[in-house]
């Protein structure tokens, strides 16, 4: 899941830089995708299915794995003082049954911290995503966005990313219904 407000052209502020994640990264990287989950989906949910979605996905341990996984990359932006955001590509799309792209890649989490939307983080973090899913030879970048998240989709849209399917995303017990976009590379 993937929020953000940015305009592709939009260019970082000046102390920030955008570094791959070190295995030391872990606990900052599991702390902000759980502030970030948090601020922006904390209301849809029962706690318990929060909780456990967040032990899941948001464990240092669980984060610190997907580090090692050379199957993942992991983008962050920080700005000196801590993580600003980060976003995360899977290089094979748990999605390709839903496309025709021979070579999906997905943009599986793009987060900023809470308070730092808006400042051209997302935009700088999915133009990476998208650099190095055409440097890898990905013919289709593949993401999921709750379906009731208008901002989110008007985000991705400006990249080009259109509506390719309906999907499940599961929090705990809790179905969200979500739209799986693509963008042709």
């Not at 900023?112 to 997302?122: E, L, S, V």
């Not at 995503?129 to 998240?149: I, K, Y």
Request: glycine letters at 6%; charged letters at 25%.
């Amino acid at each position: 899941r993937a929020r953000a407000r940015c305009s592709p052209e939009r260019a970082l502020p000046p102390a920030m830089i955008l570094r791959d994640a070190r295995p030391d990264d872990a606990p900052a990287l599991a702390a902000l995708g759980r502030d970030s989950f948090r601020a922006a989906f904390e209301h849809l949910y029962d706690p318990a299915d929060l909780q456990s979605f967040l032990q899941s996905v948001y464990d240092d341990e669980a984060v610190a794995r997907e580090i090692a996984d050379s199957r993942l990359l992991h983008r962050l932006a920080d700005d000196g003082t801590g993580l600003a955001g980060f976003c995360k590509i899977a290089l094979d799309s748990g999605f390709r049954d839903h496309s025709d792209a021979e070579r999906p890649i997905a943009l599986s989490q793009l987060y900023t911290a809470p308070g730092r939307t808006g400042q051209g983080i997302g935009a700088s973090l999915t133009a990476w995503a998208l650099a190095e899913a055409r440097l890898r030879g990905a013919d289709a970048v593949q993401l999921s966005v709750w379906a009731e998240n208008v901002r989110a989709q008007a985000f991705y849209a400006r990249f080009g990313f259109t509506k390719i399917a309906d999907i499940d995303f599961w929090v705990g017990n809790h179905r969200d219904d979500e739209f799986l976009l693509e963008l042709r590379l």
